[in-house]
């Protein structure tokens, strides 16, 4: 059975979408992943978080995928002593010496390879599987025949996202964000960088903003970069009978109730096709149609409130 994961950006948030159906959540480790702290935990919201995952049966990943500073090596050690104890399910990690660690102190802690070790081939993946990984993240421009023969070549698990975003680069490989605007920070001695999503902070999406080629002429002008949202729905029966062991929903920043419609949806589409082997697409389409509407509207509000803020050299984002 596949697996259906959601994001967990409060601890309501986590209630939501394990009463929507999911199977399990990630929440992000304070300090530590990719997102503004306002949607990561501190410990005593983490271990409220794994009490609720396991009420309800479920997991819970904690996220690590920010890149570490030079020295942090202690620090995180006792972080994740501190998940461990708490039970957390499964560390989403995309520094290979952080496995590497994991792997020797807690060998029966499941290790997830972030989209941010942006794995493309079997050679690369098999580097990371070494190191402790049991599944990874594949990027949104691979095939589902590109991650079918990782998957049969090295053994690994294959999550995918369904809702997501798509980049210019690859995800997790962006650094624009940190020459726009950067400033450093600690929290509880963890060096975190706003700015620098792959650093602890969080991006402030520069590539959605106006943008001009020029040099002798200006070639083009009034442009954005590819950064585009995206609902998976088609292709999911097809991820489905080739073994896609997790469907991911991205989401920590949106609203809770947008996440509880989404991830419902999904629940329902997952079943349906599973139960039955179809699934009438467009009635779910149009029902997708509806959420992703709000969505945009809140991923917009939320773009309006990033970029001024990079302006404002703010923190709490």
């Known amino acids: 059975m596949v697996e259906l994961l959601g994001p967990g950006g409060s601890l309501e948030m986590v209630e939501a979408v394990f009463k929507a159906g999911a199977d399990s959540v990630y929440a992000g480790v304070k300090g530590w992943s990719r997102r503004s702290k306002k949607y990561e935990m501190g410990d005593e919201e983490l271990k409220k978080a794994v009490r609720i995952s396991h009420d309800y049966g479920g997991m819970l990943r904690a996220a690590i995928n920010a890149m570490p500073k030079a020295g942090e090596e202690g620090m995180y050690i006792e972080k994740l002593d501190s ?13 290979i010496g952080l496995m590497k660690i994991t792997r ?52 690994m698990g294959v999550e995918v996202l369904i809702h997501a975003n798509t980049d210019f680069t690859y995800l997790g490989r962006c650094w624009m964000s940190s020459y726009k605007a950067l400033k450093y920070e600690s929290i509880d001695g963890k060096a975190y960088y706003v700015g620098s999503p792959n650093r602890g902070g ?48 991205q989401g920590r920043e949106y609203s809770v109730s947008l996440i509880h419609d989404l991830v419902k949806l999904y629940r329902n589409f ?15 389409r149009a029902e997708l149609d509806v959420i992703a509407e709000k969505r945009d509207s809140e991923r917009l509000r939320r773009t309006l409130e990033l970029m001024k803020a990079s302006r404002m050299e703010k923190s709490e984002i």
């Open 83 to 95: 998940l461990y104890s708490m039970e957390i399910d499964a560390v989403i990690l995309n520094d």
């Open 270 to 284: 997952i079943d349906e096709y599973t139960e039955r082997g179809e699934v009438d697409i467009e009635a779910y």
């Open 104 to 155: 020797e102190r807690y060998p029966d802690l499941k290790i997830v390879a972030s989209i941010g070790a942006s794995i493309l081939n079997k050679e690369e993946a098999m580097l990371y599987r070494d190191a402790g990984a049991y599944l990874f993240v594949a990027d949104c421009k691979m095939s589902l025949d590109e991650m079918m023969e990782i998957k049969a070549h090295t053994g």
């Open 202 to 249: 969080v991006c402030f999406r520069p590539c959605l903003l106006g943008w001009k080629l020029a040099g002798d002429d200006v070639y083009a002008s009034d442009f954005q970069l590819p950064n585009s949202m995206f609902l998976m729905l088609d292709e999911i029966p097809e991820m489905i009978d080739r073994g896609v062991d997790c469907l991911k929903i």
